[in-house]
């Protein structure tokens, strides 16, 4: 193996002088101080404590799993249910008290409505 010519440079050294003596300020962009500062406190998140973390991994890994996913989606089905049970029950009780104090008015207007015990 021959070793390689290395490539002639021309040796200007007006061209070496102007190279070494130019020089660009540098300028940033405006506003770029507060883009980074937002950049910053978009990406930084508080910090999980590891036990929250682990558990919550734990739950969802588990949760992969028919045996674990069936009844948890069930339950939360039941807590639906039940919720919106007690919101119904709870619109009709008012309505309730509505509808009687509307009764009463039109049988004696003069009369005023006993305020009734809320739950």
């Known amino acids: 193996m021959t070793p390689r010519a290395q490539p002639a440079t021309p040796h200007d050294p007006e061209l070496s002088q102007l190279l070494r003596s130019w020089h660009v300020p540098p300028t ?15 990406t930084h998140t508080p910090p999980w404590p590891q036990f929250w973390l682990g558990l919550a991994l734990q739950v969802l890994e ?16 039941l807590l639906g249910a039940l919720s919106g049970s007690w919101q119904a ?4 009780r008012a309505d309730s008290r509505d509808l009687q104090t509307r009764y009463l008015a039109s049988i004696d207007p003069y009369q005023m409505p006993r305020p009734q015990p809320g739950p």
Do not use: E
């Not at 029950?89 to 009709?92: D, L, Y």
């Open 62 to 77: 588990r949760l992969r799993q028919p045996r674990f996913a069936i009844p948890y989606v069930s339950g939360l089905i």
């Open 89 to 92: 029950q709870s619109a009709s």
């Open 28 to 42: 940033l962009p405006p506003c770029f101080a507060s883009k980074v500062h937002q950049r910053i406190l978009q």
